[in-house]
């Protein structure tokens, strides 16, 4: 507040409104009403220095959640002796990879999808998830509050904060990155007071990643340079398509009811399936995706994205509902993945029109039993083979010779006549003739 100012008597009634009238969210804590905190616990900086900074600024206790959605690479001893070691009354580890696959990664096949022209959707996938997750070990532990590392400018913290306000309205919300004003430099200050161990060197930032085992994103660094192509170091994931092998692969995908079950011919559970289908994409360059994208906050942001297994998924499931829908239902469907693919991206995982529309996308997803191939070659993934029991499609009727009985070639004219009528109607009332 600035003192030289002239005081206005009208503004001034405002400053002495009571606190509530200030408060932007219902579902945000005060300062009193933190007890005890569940803190969706990462293991990186920023969820370290929030697991100290929650005990000292709110004198509270804090429990850690780490749940796993098949992120590579990751210790889990490693994260939860972190959290220990930082004052966490308890770390849980959660495997949530079977229900990850299950629940959102397939409702996600079957509907295509994609949002924006690229972007798989996996991080909007896991948050309402993890979130839900938050909840369930929030209320088993006694925490009235759950806090997250998500920043005020990201979609993350729509989703993580959606979700827990819809499922759960009474716990509340801390997102302590949000306000606590620290950059990069002074949590790593706060870390080296506090005994936080801080990975890598202090200097250089490294990227903003997140992943699971259905897609990996970077941001940031010189990614915020629209005119700056990737740097080579960007690509943790995803082999280069310069560096894959010379000699293509051959992939062949089953699906039953929309869902992956195998991978050239051989059974796999869906979790497995999706590392083994991120495997052979990544030996061979694909699913590079270099992204712009609409935030629902209003940002464009650019991620560089590494999702080699929905390259291939996607695109094989695509194929195949194509092949065993109508012409209708073809045109129809990707109305509606769409808007599902919004609906998620958009932190409205619980909305029930995604529900509704999630009825009619397996419905149809009924019929996509079959089997693609897919050709894999230094970043380009083609479909080469098709096969379904249910295909809508018939070789003999495709062929030149006429085949009489369902189709007719002499019959085509007649059909030609009545088709054309409103353009031809059309173009002699404009008087073209
Ligand atoms: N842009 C993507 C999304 O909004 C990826 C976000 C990745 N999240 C992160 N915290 N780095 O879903």
């Known amino acids: 507040m600035n003192d030289e100012q002239p005081r206005d008597p009208h503004t001034e009634v405002h400053r002495v ?38 005990q000292d600024e709110y004198e509270a206790e804090v429990v850690a959640l780490t749940v796993n959605l098949g992120q590579p690479g990751e210790d889990y001893d490693v994260v939860r002796g972190k959290a220990m070691q930082l004052g966490a009354l308890d770390c849980h580890v959660v495997d949530a990879r079977e229900e990850f696959a299950s629940e959102y990664v397939a409702p996600a096949i079957r509907a295509n999808a994609d949002y924006g022209d690229g972007y798989p959707l996996f991080t909007a996938l896991g948050r309402p998830l993890i979130a839900k997750l938050a909840v369930e070990y929030a209320r088993r532990t006694g925490c009235d509050t759950i806090a997250h590392g998500c920043t005020g400018k990201g979609n ?24 606590w004003q620290m950059g990069r430099d002074e949590e790593i200050a706060y870390a080296r007071k506090h005994g936080i161990p801080v990975k890598g060197g202090t200097e250089t930032a490294p990227y903003s990643i997140d992943d699971n085992l259905w897609g990996r994103s970077s941001e940031g660094k010189w990614i915020e340079d629209l005119a700056h192509a990737p740097d080579d170091d960007v690509f943790q994931l995803v082999t280069r398509p310069e560096l894959a092998p010379d000699e293509p692969e051959i992939v062949t995908v089953g699906f039953e009811a929309g869902v992956p079950v195998s991978l050239n011919g051989e059974r796999l559970k869906l979790v497995d399936l999706l590392e083994r289908a991120a495997s052979i994409g990544m030996k061979h360059g694909v699913g590079i995706v ?30 195949l509902e194509r092949l065993v829908g109508t012409i209708h239902q073809n045109q129809f469907k990707p109305e509606l993945d769409r808007k599902w693919a919004y609906l998620v991206y958009a932190g409205l995982w619980w909305e029930p029109l995604r529900e509704d529309i999630q009825a009619y996308v397996e419905h149809v997803n009924t019929r996509v039993t079959g089997t693609i191939g897919l050709k894999l070659y230094k970043g380009s993934v083609r479909v080469v083979t098709r096969e379904s029991p249910n295909a ?14 369902l189709f007719s070639q002499s019959a085509s004219p007649g059909f030609i006549e009545i088709w054309s ?11 073209d003739q």
């Open 17 to 54: 409104a009571d606190p509530d009238a200030t408060r932007v969210a219902s579902y945000l804590a005060q300062p009193g009403e933190v007890g005890r905190v569940l803190l969706l616990y990462s293991g990186g900086l920023d969820t370290s220095v929030m697991l100290k900074w929650i």
């Open 156 to 179: 993350d913290q729509v989703r993580i904060e959606a979700t827990i306000a819809t499922l759960a309205p009474e716990l509340k919300v801390i997102a302590p990155v949000r306000s």
């Open 290 to 319: 270099d992204h712009i994208e609409d935030r629902i906050v209003g940002l464009k942001v650019r991620d560089i994205y590494e999702v080699p297994a929905a390259a291939i998924l996607l695109k094989a499931h695509r194929e």
């Open 392 to 405: 809508v499609y018939d070789a003999q009727l495709a062929t030149f010779a006429d085949s009489g009985g």
């Open 421 to 431: 009528l409103q353009s031809r109607m059309a173009r002699r009332a404009r008087g």
